[in-house]
T-cell receptor, first 111, second 113 residues
Framework: QQQVKQSPQSLIVQKGGISIINCAYENTAFDYFPWYQQFPGKGPALLIAIRPDVSEKKEGRFTISFNKSAKQFSLHIMDSQPGDSATYFCAAGTGGFKTIFGAGTRLFVKA | DAGVIQSPRHEVTEMGQEVTLRCKPISGHDYLFWYRQTMMRGLELLIYFNNNVPIDDSGMPEDRFSAKMPNASFSTLKIQPSEPRDSAVYFC???????????FGPGTRLLVL
């Protein structure tokens, strides 16, 4: 029940295309859903986050879509660029600050 | 701010040796987290502290692992004795009450031979 399932494991997208990464959770106690971006040799860094009372949040080329009834959320990267090539983690957290991370998606954007 | 500081950045040791990883959280943050990252298991939460007190250590793999936070600006993760399966990247992260974002350090890459 504590798991966050993320797919796909890896993704190759052409420059200018849309990258879509999906996540699903079971525990309805989760109230915070961040996405982290990790470049090789670095620690994960927060990209964008959403709370369950909002169905969509957009920051620049990055959009989170949230479906509370389905217990699913996704990250869309519009106009994907080679600099977006990284590993992306979805996560889910509760009021106690404990955060469960998905397995990660390796994104490669071809120039 | 310098961000979360971890040391050492790389550690190579032999099976059976004691390993100590160090973390300095961002000043003013009252939450500190230790994670382990491997290809097989992804990013796993090992333990987290609030105001220097361990809150949840259910992710600590076994008794060989221990973590301490003697004050607000320093934490250690110790493995004794180390085993080859402990090889991983260990991250420390910090956060603050009122914000959910966790700020990660650069990690310590541990190799146990």
């Amino acid at each position: 029940q504590q798991q966050v399932k993320q797919s796909p494991q890896s993704l190759i997208v052409q420059k200018g295309g849309i990258s879509i990464i999906n996540c699903a959770y079971e525990n309805t106690a989760f109230d915070y859903f961040p996405w982290y971006q990790q470049f090789p040799g670095k620690g994960p860094a927060l990209l964008i986050a959403i709370r369950p009372d909002v169905s969509e949040k957009k920051e620049g080329r990055f959009t989170i879509s949230f479906n509370k009834s389905a217990k699913q959320f996704s990250l869309h990267i519009m106009d994907s660029q080679p600099g977006d090539s990284a590993t992306y983690f979805c996560a889910a957290g509760t009021g106690g600050f404990k955060t469960i991370f998905g397995a990660g998606t390796r994104l490669f954007v071809k120039a | 701010d310098a961000g979360v500081i971890q040391s050492p950045r790389h550690e190579v040791t032999e099976m059976g040796q004691e390993v100590t990883l160090r973390c300095k959280p961002i000043s003013g943050h009252d939450y500190l987290f230790w994670y382990r990252q491997t290809m097989m298991r992804g990013l796993e939460l090992l333990i987290y502290f609030n105001n220097n007190v361990p809150i949840d250590d259910s992710g600590m793999p076994e008794d060989r692992f221990s973590a301490k936070m003697p004050n607000a600006s320093f934490s250690t993760l110790k493995i004794q004795p180390s085993e080859p399966r402990d090889s991983a990247v260990y991250f420390c992260a910090s956060s603050s009450t009122g914000m959910k974002t966790q700020y990660f350090g650069p990690g310590t890459r541990l190799l146990v031979l």
